[in-house]
């Protein structure tokens, strides 16, 4: 039987990490990467595994490297606290690697489609659905994540597959936490435009966010996932909107100083 490594990547995830880990149990070795939480995330975690490393904090995509180099086993399976592997995957993922129900692993990396939760229901449309990454794949296959301080992607030119069932995303439970992932998120994303040596422009500030919530209310169909997706386009767009002006004066403090 081939065996897995699952890796997760916690900060203060005290309300998700049980959760995420129960449908992990199946995995043969959970590594959990913590960002050194003030919260009990780490004696939660420990209920499950043993192999949990505290950093510093490093970008996402660091945490996720050192998390593969403490992989004992040839699949490695990496998914975030917020998320939960469907039993649907679980089984999907087991058949594969192990060549059971006619599935063959073709490829030494997957892309598994992910279903995302907003405020009170799974959101179809809005461009968040479908929404593939790359979560399941071989030790060998070399693959490692760059170092963007938001979205981090990984670093692989060979070939993938694509899984049939979702890993189910619980990112957003209510406003407020929707509210407080902005300001950070708009903030990390601020700084790495700066680092690029980015401006913010009246069109950025202006016309960017009306763009964004055309495209996702309306190009994306988010105006099909009613009155919920109303709301994540248009906090989408203050999400923009934040995420420029933020630059702006980053910029402008810069040159006063």
Do not use: Q
Request: glycine content about 6%; hydrophobic content about 40%; charged content about 25%.
């Amino acid at each position: 039987m081939a065996k897995i490594s699952a890796i997760v990547i916690t900060y203060n995830e005290a309300a998700n990490i049980t959760e995420c880990l129960e449908s992990l149990k199946w995995c043969d070795e959970i590594i959990v990467i913590d960002s050194a939480s003030s919260d009990n995330t780490c004696e939660l975690a420990r209920e499950f595994t043993n192999n949990i490393t505290i950093t510093g904090n490093l970008p996402y995509g660091e945490k996720r490297n050192i998390g593969i180099e403490k992989a004992s086993f040839e699949w490695i399976l990496w998914i975030d606290a917020d998320e939960r592997i469907s039993p649907e995957l679980k089984e999907e993922i087991s058949a594969l690697i192990n060549g059971h129900n006619g599935l063959n692993p073709k490829h030494e990396a997957y892309l598994v489609n992910r279903r995302s939760f907003f405020i009170n229901k799974f959101i179809k449309h809005s461009g968040w659905y479908p929404d593939f990454t790359l979560r399941l794949f071989k030790r060998s296959a070399g693959i490692r994540f760059d170092s963007l301080l938001v979205h981090e992607k990984a670093v692989y030119n060979g070939s993938t597959g694509r899984l049939k069932h979702d890993i189910l995303h619980y990112t957003d439970r209510d406003f407020e936490h929707y509210i407080n992932k902005l300001n950070n998120y708009t903030s990390l994303s601020a700084e790495e435009l700066k680092a690029k040596g980015k401006k913010a422009s009246f069109f950025d500030i202006i016309f960017r966010p009306a763009f964004a919530f055309f495209k996702m209310y309306f190009l994306k169909l988010g105006i099909l996932d009613g009155y919920t997706g109303l709301v994540l386009c248009s906090l989408s767009s203050v999400h923009v909107m934040t995420k420029y002006s933020k630059l702006y004066l980053m910029n402008k403090s810069k040159l006063n100083n």
